[in-house]
């Protein structure tokens, strides 16, 4: 069965640090592992990972998987209060036919990220 | 280009009774797939849809079910609904549901409660 894995479960932080959130996974035929932040409604895309040590960016935001070692890290730098969120992780996997588990992404429990003034 | 809507965003129901979602998808995606979201669970598939099939399920009993129009919109519908079944339910949708470059992006969600 296809399992993610996040840590730590919550953060707690001041405005200006920086953040490293944590995702492994084992799953069969792995596809794309991405990214979402979750506040009080949609989770909302970050980044979609296939490549291992391609760094995507996107602001003060920034990710970076490693296939060998089967996981993954969110970076977020000069925290501001507006970053805390939910930070969920999930993995797109093929499956054991080595074809695609089509529509299908196994999330991990997520990251509560607290950011105070 | 709209987002994925959901409707409604609040639901009540008792025990024993059935309801149904219904989710519109990003105009031009033919995938919708569907996701349950608990406290104690987290985000668990239920069932993706493309071109008016389901493709895909997860873990879920059969009163759990899903079908899709063929303007892409998806409904779910729960039947004898029990207390366990108070979630949030998210629909995302992406071009073809096929992984890869294929990214899925999320509807605000339905909250049913379950009394």
């Known amino acids: 069965e296809d399992k993610v894995v996040q840590s730590p479960l919550s953060l707690v932080v001041h405005e200006g640090d920086t953040v490293t959130l944590n995702c492994s996974y084992e799953v069969t035929n792995f596809r794309s592992l991405l990214w979402y932040k979750q506040e009080k409604k949609a989770p909302t895309f970050l980044f979609m990972l296939?490549?291992?040590?391609i760094e995507k960016k996107s602001g003060r935001l920034s990710s970076i998987l490693d296939k060998k070692e089967l996981f993954s890290i969110l970076n977020i730098t000069a925290t501001q209060t507006g970053d805390s969120a939910v930070y969920l992780c999930?993995?797109?996997?093929?499956?054991?036919?080595?074809?695609?588990?089509?529509?299908?992404?196994?999330f991990g429990q997520g990251t509560i990220l607290t950011v105070h003034p | 280009k709209a987002g994925v809507t959901q409707t409604p965003r609040y639901l009540i129901k008792t025990r024993g009774q059935q309801v149904t979602l219904s989710c519109s998808p990003i105009s031009g995606h033919r995938s919708v797939s569907w996701y349950q979201q608990t406290p104690g669970q987290g985000l668990q598939f239920l069932f993706e849809y493309f071109s008016e099939t389901q493709r895909n399920k997860g873990n879920f009993p059969g009163r759990f079910s899903g079908r899709q129009f063929s303007n892409s919109r998806s409904e779910m519908n729960v039947s004898t609904l029990e207390l366990g079944d108070s979630a949030l339910y998210l629909c995302?949708?992406?071009?073809?549901?096929?992984?890869?470059?294929?990214?899925?992006?999320f509807g605000p969600g339905t909250r049913l409660t379950v009394l």
């Open positions: 296939t490549s291992s040590g």
């Open positions: 999930a993995v797109e996997a093929g499956g054991n036919a080595g074809g695609t588990s089509y529509g299908k992404l196994t």
């Open positions: 995302a949708s992406s071009p073809d549901g096929a992984g890869g470059s294929d990214t899925q992006y």
